[in-house]
């Protein structure tokens, strides 16, 4: 049998940074390994608690319950996941959640796709004043009372489309489509009018199509904000526990272990105690599982839309 | 189609979504009115509740409750105080993260420590739960080395409130907040650097006497920023960090004018009263910064 040599790259010097200016002192060098200690524990306090819960979610629930389940899963186990589905009010919230997103992050692309192109449109009536009414908006805010009581008025409280309406036409948005559009040439649109199309087919034809990229961006910070959004279901929800989101679910789970035991009483049967303290549902277990499924959605979409971060942070910073 | 009808047409096209602003935005500013009225839900307003400015006198003049708006000021300004006096922090991180020469690695902290800006506070609430209860991590760790006795009950401790508070905001904000700094490094000039580097300039001299200068110009966007939002901190952080032990130092502008609209009979015409004041002032701030950023670097962030 022979040993085969693995074909190396030539290296001049072996090892050691060729540039001599990148050549590290001593002082660099202790700033360099400071450096990498500190951002490990960053890192770490950033990620642990979210692994913490994982582990434990999966792991034999009378461990889980004492604090056991610290840096491995211990006697995995799924049944805290299935049990999810037995829960009164869960699956409705889920299904609150998902529609509230995916209609909401729908209204909020196009209209800001659509208002975006529009605002862009100098042969429009007063355009600027308009402009400037959306984008003002950006800088106030009446307060959360006299708004929910506003709200309420206009029949938005307790009804689903409190969730959507209030969020759907965001100024920041509606800029970003804006300035995107107008550095699209000009001529592309000219060309369509000559053709003979009219102001609504050059959005839906020409322009939404170019604009997708910017369209993509705010479509995933849209959704993140409608599927982590609390505090609508909070002010507006009051009397409609069937319209209550994950979030508010799971804030209750928490926030209320009375209700937690209630729900545990229901769903363990003796026959799952029978079976065992290793699965049977504790207000842990359920607390942890419900955690997991809520922050489930936004880490699966994570590594995605991590490319559009710079641009999202522009969102932010973005000038009217 | 003549030039006049088409100009007509178009802004018919976007009437509907005017409307929708008008009704979600502006239309809660008629709402004020709320604070003007002897309002009890469900009796509607109308001239006979009309009390003028009875709920901004009674403000001033009932010593419990202008003690109460006090503590709850002091709580403001000091969650606020804290967070711009803490504000060059992801500045900072940024500075470092970059200092890191091991891409995979940079990448992999630049990703974890981001991850916690795209989840709900009620999940950050729910991981602090879960970490910090007594069977939590923290406690069992702290426990297991023998380093305390009994589990602390962290989240229902009353002191250092504010810091804490402080500390999960950083933690769900900081490494989000990097981002825009390590793009503005990333503009920096590489020239610049490489003379400093022939010149002999050691590492921390590069970041002190080049990264930071120009990244101040950002810093102080962020600055103006902070202070424009001063009284705003939102409702949701506290709201879901609130039990009956730190109420009394947590409770911000935000959460009081929620609280006192919803405890008890709730006092929405006072509620709103505060709610307007706060909103007043805060659009003065937001004048004052931006004026304040155009007297500085010549151009506001409005």
Same mark, same amino acid.
């Given at each position: 049998m022979?040993?085969?040599?693995?074909?190396?790259?030539?290296?001049?010097?072996?090892?050691k940074?060729?540039?001599?200016?990148?050549r590290?002192s001593?002082?660099?060098r202790?700033?360099?390994?400071i450096?990498?200690i500190?951002?490990?524990?960053?890192?770490?306090?950033?990620?642990?608690?979210?692994?913490?819960?994982?582990?434990?979610?999966?792991?034999?629930?009378?461990?889980?319950?004492?604090?056991?389940?610290l840096?491995?899963?211990?006697?995995?186990h799924?049944?805290?996941?299935t049990r999810?589905?037995n829960?009164?009010?869960?699956?409705?919230?889920a299904?609150?959640s998902?529609?509230?997103?995916?209609?909401?992050?729908?209204l909020?692309?196009?209209?800001?796709?659509?208002?975006g192109?529009?605002f862009?449109?100098?042969?429009?009536w007063?355009?600027?004043?308009?402009f400037?009414?959306?984008?003002v908006?950006?800088?106030f805010n009446?307060?959360?009372i006299?708004?929910?009581?506003?709200?309420? %008025? #206009?029949? !938005?409280?307790?009804n689903?489309?409190?969730?959507?309406?209030?969020?759907i *036409?965001q100024?920041? +948005? =509606?800029i970003?489509?804006?300035?995107?559009?107008?550095s699209?040439?000009?001529?592309?649109?000219?060309?369509?009018?000559i053709?003979?199309?009219?102001?609504?087919?050059?959005?839906?034809?020409?322009?939404?199509?170019v604009?997708?990229?910017i369209?993509a961006?705010?479509?995933?910070?849209a959704?993140?904000?409608?599927w982590?959004?609390?505090?609508? %279901? #909070?002010? !507006?929800?009051t009397?409609?526990p069937?319209?209550?989101?994950?979030q508010? *679910?799971?804030?209750? +789970? =928490?926030?209320?272990?009375?209700?937690?035991?209630?729900?545990?009483?229901?769903?363990?049967n003796?026959n799952?105690?029978?079976?065992?303290?290793?699965?049977?549902?504790?207000a842990?277990?359920?607390?942890?599982?419900?955690t997991?499924i809520?922050v489930?959605?936004?880490?699966?979409?994570y590594?995605?839309f991590?490319?559009?971060?710079t641009?999202g942070?522009m969102?932010?910073?973005?000038?009217g | 189609?003549?030039?006049?009808?088409?100009?007509?047409?178009?802004?018919?096209?976007?009437?509907?979504?005017?409307?929708?602003?008008?009704?979600?935005?502006y239309y809660?500013?008629?709402?004020?009115?709320?604070?003007?009225?002897?309002?009890?839900?469900?009796?509607?307003i109308?001239?006979?509740?009309f009390v003028?400015?009875k709920?901004?006198?009674?403000?001033?003049s009932?010593?419990?409750r202008l003690?109460?708006?006090g503590?709850?000021?002091?709580?403001t300004?000091?969650m606020?105080?804290?967070?711009?006096a803490?504000?060059?922090?992801p500045m900072?991180?940024a500075?470092?993260?970059?200092?890191?020469?091991?891409k995979?690695?940079?990448?992999f902290?630049?990703?974890?420590?981001t991850?916690?800006?795209?989840?709900s506070?009620?999940?950050?609430?729910?991981v602090?739960?879960?970490?910090?209860?007594?069977?939590?991590?923290?406690?069992?760790?702290?426990?297991?080395?023998?380093?305390?006795?009994?589990?602390?009950?962290?989240?229902s401790?009353?002191?250092?409130?504010?810091?804490?508070?402080w500390?999960w905001?950083?933690?769900?904000?900081?490494g989000?907040a990097?981002?825009m700094y390590?793009?503005?490094?990333?503009?920096?000039?590489?020239?610049?650097?490489?003379a400093?580097?022939?010149d002999?300039?050691?590492?921390?001299?590069?970041?002190?006497?080049?990264?930071?200068p120009?990244?101040?110009?950002?810093?102080?966007?962020?600055?103006?920023?902070?202070?424009?939002n001063?009284?705003?901190?939102?409702?949701?952080?506290?709201?879901?960090?609130?039990?009956n032990?730190?109420k009394k130092s947590i409770?911000?502008?935000?959460?009081?004018?929620y609280n006192i609209?919803?405890?008890g009979?709730?006092n929405y015409?006072?509620?709103?009263?505060?709610?307007?004041?706060?909103?007043i002032?805060?659009v003065?701030l937001l004048f004052?910064?931006?004026?304040?950023?155009?007297?500085?670097?010549?151009e506001?962030f409005?």
């Amino acid at each position: 049998m022979t040993t085969k040599t693995i074909p190396q790259k030539p290296v001049l010097h072996a090892g050691k940074h060729v540039n001599p200016m990148d050549r590290q002192s001593f002082g660099d060098r202790v700033i360099s390994v400071i450096t990498y200690i500190v951002y490990a524990f960053f890192a770490f306090v950033c990620a642990y608690p979210f692994y913490y819960i994982i582990i434990n979610s999966i792991s034999a629930n009378n461990l889980s319950e004492r604090g056991k389940v610290l840096f491995w899963p211990m006697e995995i186990h799924f049944k805290n996941y299935t049990r999810l589905a037995n829960i009164p009010g869960l699956l409705d919230a889920a299904k609150t959640s998902v529609l509230r997103t995916v209609i909401g992050t729908v209204l909020t692309v196009m209209i800001a796709a659509f208002l975006g192109y529009m605002f862009t449109r100098d042969t429009m009536w007063k355009r600027k004043l308009w402009f400037r009414f959306v984008a003002v908006t950006m800088y106030f805010n009446a307060g959360i009372i006299p708004w929910v009581l506003c709200m309420r %008025n #206009l029949g !938005l409280a307790n009804n689903f489309w409190g969730y959507i309406f209030p969020m759907i *036409v965001q100024p920041f +948005y =509606i800029i970003l489509c804006k300035t995107y559009c107008e550095s699209v040439p000009r001529e592309l649109q000219e060309a369509a009018e000559i053709d003979g199309a009219g102001t609504l087919r050059v959005f839906w034809q020409i322009m939404l199509p170019v604009i997708k990229p910017i369209l993509a961006t705010i479509a995933i910070f849209a959704a993140v904000n409608q599927w982590n959004s609390f505090q609508d %279901n #909070l002010l !507006l929800m009051t009397n409609r526990p069937d319209l209550n989101t994950l979030q508010y *679910v799971l804030w209750q +789970y =928490i926030t209320q272990a009375n209700s937690l035991k209630a729900l545990i009483s229901n769903t363990t049967n003796s026959n799952a105690i029978m079976a065992g303290l290793a699965t049977a549902a504790t207000a842990t277990s359920i607390r942890m599982s419900v955690t997991v499924i809520v922050v489930l959605p936004v880490m699966l979409i994570y590594p995605f839309f991590q490319r559009y971060f710079t641009k999202g942070i522009m969102i932010g910073a973005v000038k009217g | 189609m003549s030039k006049k009808r088409r100009s007509y047409m178009e802004f018919l096209y976007i009437l509907p979504l005017l409307i929708l602003v008008g009704a979600i935005s502006y239309y809660p500013l008629y709402g004020w009115i709320y604070a003007f009225h002897d309002y009890m839900p469900p009796k509607p307003i109308s001239a006979e509740t009309f009390v003028g400015l009875k709920w901004f006198e009674y403000i001033v003049s009932n010593p419990v409750r202008l003690a109460d708006v006090g503590r709850v000021l002091v709580n403001t300004f000091a969650m606020s105080g804290i967070s711009l006096a803490f504000s060059w922090f992801p500045m900072i991180f940024a500075v470092f993260l970059n200092e890191i020469r091991c891409k995979p690695y940079r990448k992999f902290v630049q990703t974890v420590t981001t991850l916690p800006n795209f989840i709900s506070w009620v999940l950050v609430f729910s991981v602090a739960f879960n970490v910090l209860s007594s069977t939590g991590a923290v406690n069992s760790v702290l426990v297991g080395l023998g380093w305390i006795d009994k589990p602390i009950a962290f989240l229902s401790s009353k002191d250092n409130v504010w810091f804490r508070m402080w500390l999960w905001l950083t933690w769900k904000n900081a490494g989000w907040a990097a981002i825009m700094y390590l793009a503005a490094i990333s503009a920096i000039d590489e020239q610049m650097i490489e003379a400093a580097k022939v010149d002999g300039a050691t590492r921390m001299q590069i970041i002190w006497r080049i990264t930071i200068p120009c990244l101040l110009p950002t810093y102080f966007v962020i600055v103006m920023l902070n202070l424009a939002n001063f009284l705003s901190n939102g409702m949701e952080q506290y709201y879901v960090f609130m039990n009956n032990f730190n109420k009394k130092s947590i409770e911000v502008l935000d959460l009081y004018v929620y609280n006192i609209a919803t405890t008890g009979r709730g006092n929405y015409p006072l509620s709103t009263a505060i709610s307007m004041l706060k909103s007043i002032v805060s659009v003065v701030l937001l004048f004052i910064t931006n004026g304040v950023s155009k007297l500085v670097r010549g151009e506001g962030f409005v």
